[in-house]
């Protein structure tokens, strides 16, 4: 560990930039002061990780830690249509944890920080005896009149999601495995250790005024669905043969539609796009597949469509805090 607070203050305060657009005061202060641009909105998010919860030592090293701590925040910012501009971090870093450890953890958080051009402006930092907990905040803007919900979603309108689902789990169970990892398994367990926040994306749909309704899938497909749903007072109806799946030899992956559904910390976006503008909608963004799954129905409950044309209810399937 780092010697003192005063000492490990000063270390953080090298690493991030001095002067950046908006920033009046940062580290080292009682607090930050940020500037807000007039006709914009504030997007505020912040995400708890937690050692044993999010993240185990064997499995996640350091620079992966910080990484998804930050991306978690970033996602949701991105769900809202926003830019992400500066972050907040509350560290209860364990006694056991060694300095090395620390700035690696750090490294991670401000790689993710300088590709999305988000400022480290502060946070608070204590030593405990237990496990390790990171909090962290971010403050993004979107223009005024262009922020997304989850709650805009209307009957008819169609639903998409970006990227391949279910990616971040399998690499989860390739890593818990113990196995040594092939070649073919580097995309999912990079999915898992190192989400990309698809803001680029959210900032497109909103500019764009393609989405009616947009959220991340952070608890899983099924979860973050019918949490929309809800939200949009909706229900919906998907096709499993529609749902991007992870890519795998047949075989390789027997329950790779349950993996999709319900796995979870993918951070892709779900959004809804009304009829009339389906058509605007791209195949690819940049490099980032969109696929159309399904379709909001007026009737209340989320149900998923067989290849054979049955339908049975989806129920949410993916990660709940509270009912673990």
Same mark, same amino acid.
């Given at each position: 560990m780092l010697r003192t607070e005063t000492e490990f203050v000063s270390w953080l305060r090298a690493q991030v930039p001095s002067g950046a657009r908006g920033l009046e005061i940062g580290i080292g202060d009682d607090g930050a002061i940020v500037e807000v641009r007039?006709?914009?909105?504030?997007?505020?998010?912040?995400?708890?990780?937690?050692?044993?919860?999010?993240?185990?030592?064997?499995?996640?090293?350091?620079?992966?830690?910080?990484?998804?701590?930050?991306?978690?925040?970033?996602?949701?910012?991105?769900?809202?249509?926003?830019?992400?501009?500066?972050?907040?971090?509350?560290?209860?870093?364990?006694?056991?944890?060694?300095?090395?450890?620390?700035?690696?953890?750090?490294?991670?958080?401000?790689?993710?920080?300088?590709?999305?051009?988000?400022? %480290?402006?502060?946070? #608070?930092?204590?030593?405990?005896?237990?496990?390790?907990?990171?909090?962290?905040?971010?403050?993004?803007? $979107?223009?005024?009149?262009?922020? %997304?919900?989850?709650? =805009?979603?209307?009957?008819? #309108?169609?639903?998409?999601?970006?990227?391949?689902? =279910?990616?971040?789990?399998?690499?989860?169970?390739?890593?818990?495995?113990?196995?040594?990892?092939?070649?073919?398994?580097?995309?999912?367990?990079?999915?898992?250790?190192?989400?990309?926040?698809?803001?680029?994306?959210?900032?497109?749909?909103?500019?764009?005024? %393609?989405?009616?309704?947009?959220? #991340?899938?952070?608890?899983?497909?099924?979860?973050?669905?019918?949490?929309?749903?809800?939200?949009?007072?909706?229900?919906?109806?998907?096709?499993?043969?529609?749902?991007?799946?992870?890519?795998?030899?047949?075989?390789?992956?027997?329950?790779?539609? #349950?993996?999709?559904?319900?796995?979870?910390?993918?951070?892709?976006?779900?959004?809804?796009?009304?009829?009339?503008?389906?058509?605007? $909608?791209?195949?690819?963004?940049?490099? %980032?597949?969109?696929?159309?799954? =399904?379709?909001?129905r007026r009737s209340k409950g989320v149900a998923l469509v067989r290849p054979d044309g049955t339908a049975t209810p989806l129920g949410p399937g993916g990660y709940d805090h509270f009912s673990k």
């Amino acid at each position: 560990m780092l010697r003192t607070e005063t000492e490990f203050v000063s270390w953080l305060r090298a690493q991030v930039p001095s002067g950046a657009r908006g920033l009046e005061i940062g580290i080292g202060d009682d607090g930050a002061i940020v500037e807000v641009r007039r006709g914009h909105k504030l997007v505020l998010k912040a995400d708890m990780s937690i050692e044993g919860v999010h993240f185990t030592r064997r499995v996640h090293s350091p620079r992966s830690v910080g990484h998804r701590a930050l991306a978690r925040s970033l996602s949701d910012v991105a769900a809202m249509g926003g830019t992400p501009r500066f972050a907040l971090t509350s560290l209860a870093i364990s006694r056991v944890a060694t300095r090395a450890w620390l700035r690696e953890l750090y490294a991670g958080m401000l790689a993710l920080a300088k590709q999305f051009a988000v400022i %480290l402006v502060g946070g #608070d930092t204590a030593v405990v005896a237990g496990k390790t907990v990171l909090d962290v905040m971010v403050a993004g803007e $979107v223009k005024r009149g262009m922020e %997304l919900r989850r709650s =805009g979603a209307r009957p008819g #309108d169609q639903i998409y999601v970006s990227g391949r689902l =279910g990616l971040s789990a399998l690499g989860l169970r390739l890593l818990e495995s113990g196995r040594r990892p092939s070649p073919q398994d580097a995309g999912a367990i990079r999915a898992h250790l190192y989400p990309e926040p698809r803001c680029a994306l959210g900032r497109y749909l909103s500019r764009q005024r %393609l989405a009616s309704a947009l959220i #991340d899938i952070s608890d899983g497909l099924s979860t973050d669905l019918a949490h929309l749903c809800e939200s949009s007072g909706v229900g919906a109806r998907v096709r499993a043969d529609l749902i991007p799946g992870p890519e795998f030899p047949t075989g390789h992956v027997p329950n790779s539609l #349950d993996l999709a559904l319900h796995g979870g910390e993918d951070y892709e976006l779900l959004f809804t796009v009304p009829p009339g503008k389906t058509g605007q $909608v791209p195949v690819r963004f940049r490099d %980032l597949p969109l696929h159309r799954i =399904g379709e909001i129905r007026r009737s209340k409950g989320v149900a998923l469509v067989r290849p054979d044309g049955t339908a049975t209810p989806l129920g949410p399937g993916g990660y709940d805090h509270f009912s673990k």
